[in-house]
């Protein structure tokens, strides 16, 4: 099946710092997703980004299809911001399933 | 809020209990997933159904039994489960079974004495 790497698996920022997430992936997909999940397990989603750019304050997501890569940017990171984020795709030639990433643990100080 | 709910949020089930999960979406979609996160795995797929039927089982032991009465709703039943099924269960739900954007509920953490 499909694999999906995200890196670094653990960061730690102090609040204002800025971060880039990066997420590989195997093969084709037709579906990618950026989630947040907080302290309670709830899956927050952040983007739906198949493929282009798209920003959400000071959130922002890019993915290269043809090169099999999404970056998840995160600017004047916040306390809140804490959490685990998680990429999954939809790969192309086989199933329905999120196939997840093991996900990056960040960790904002104040 | 995602639109998505699950009861219970949390459940403690001895090995010999039956008992149910259940999910529910608001958001007229056409299909809906149970996922499993557990401490020493990736978040993974177990069930997919698509206006009510089910196309994918992830090879999912038959002590759970997944019930999706309409499109709306979906059950997970649970029976004789074992310790190392002590997991949070997600359910989700999206417009289309391939290529829309899936939505999850809040999940329920259980756990297996």
């Given at each position: 099946?499909?694999q999906?790497e995200?890196s670094?698996?653990d960061l ?5 710092a800025?971060?880039t997430l990066?997420c590989?992936?195997s ?7 950026w989630?947040?999940?907080n ?5 927050i989603n952040?983007?739906y980004?198949?493929s282009?750019?798209?920003?959400n304050?000071?959130l922002?997501?890019t993915?290269?299809?043809?090169e099999?890569y999404s970056?998840?940017?995160i ?5 809140t ?10 790969a ?8 997840f990433?093991?996900g ?7 | 809020?995602?639109?998505v ?7 403690v089930?001895g090995?010999?209990?039956k008992?149910s ?8 979609h ?17 069930f997919v ?5 089910q ?5 999912v032991p038959s002590?759970f ?11 997970l039943?649970?029976h004789?489960l074992?310790p ?7 359910c989700a739900?999206?417009q289309?079974?391939?290529l829309?954007e899936?939505?999850f509920g809040p999940?329920?953490r259980l756990t297996v004495?």
């Open positions: 099946g499909i999906v995200q670094p698996p730690i920022l102090q609040e204002g800025n971060s990066r590989n992936f093969d084709s997909v037709n579906n990618l997703q989630f947040h999940q302290p309670w397990g709830q899956l952040l983007f980004i198949p282009g750019t798209k920003q304050g000071r922002s997501a993915t290269v299809a043809t099999r970056l998840l940017y600017s004047s990171s916040q306390t911001d804490s959490g685990v984020y998680f990429c999954a795709v939809v192309s030639n086989s199933g329905y399933a999120l196939n990433g093991k990056t643990s960040l960790l904002v100080t104040p | 809020e995602t639109g709910t699950q009861t219970p949020r949390h459940l089930m090995m010999t209990n008992k999960l259940k999910c529910e979406q608001h958001l007229g056409n299909a809906m997933y149970w996922y499993k996160q557990s401490a020493k795995k990736p978040l993974e797929l177990m159904y698509n206006f009510k039927e196309t994918e089982n992830n090879s002590r039994s997944p019930e999706c009465p309409n499109s709306s709703h979906l059950f039943h649970l004789t074992q190392e099924d002590s997991a949070l269960y997600l739900s999206s289309d079974h391939r829309d899936q939505f999940g329920t004495l």
